[in-house]
């Protein structure tokens, strides 16, 4: 069982950054995705961003141009680099990784615990 530990989070006024980290406890074998969903009170988690093992990104179009994702496969960790910060990004980030192998035939879902994200004057 793959254990993400989330970091990075905390309060930040809006327009500033905040860099999010989630390293995995182990290699992620086989054709995945590594990404970041956040969920704020009273509404449904949402994607904020993933990113395939070819490399392969993809935004909500809420952080498009915000946000990038990128990842080190040598440190197990996807990072979540958040510019010019809104309110309304104020969330709990959670951090994904989801895939599949061949040999041996396997699919895996893994979540983080999920770290907070207040924007706020």
């Known amino acids: 069982q793959v254990q993400l530990v989330e970091s990075g989070g905390g309060l930040v006024q809006p327009g500033g950054s905040l860099r999010l980290s989630c390293a995995a406890s182990?290699?992620?074998?086989?054709?995945?995705?590594m990404g970041w969903y956040r969920q704020a009170p009273g509404k449904e988690r949402e994607l904020v961003a993933t990113i395939t093992s070819a490399g392969s990104s993809n935004y909500a179009d809420s952080v498009k141009g915000r946000f990038t994702i990128s990842r080190d496969n040598a440190k197990n960790t996807v990072y979540l680099q958040m510019n010019r910060l809104k309110p309304e990004d104020t969330a709990v980030y959670y951090c994904?990784?989801?895939?599949?192998?061949?040999?041996?035939?396997?699919?895996?879902?893994?979540w983080g615990q999920g770290t907070q994200v207040t924007v706020s004057s």
């Open positions: 182990e290699v992620i074998f086989g054709i995945n995705t």
């Open positions: 994904n990784v989801n895939g599949r192998t061949v040999v041996p035939r396997r699919s895996y879902d893994y």
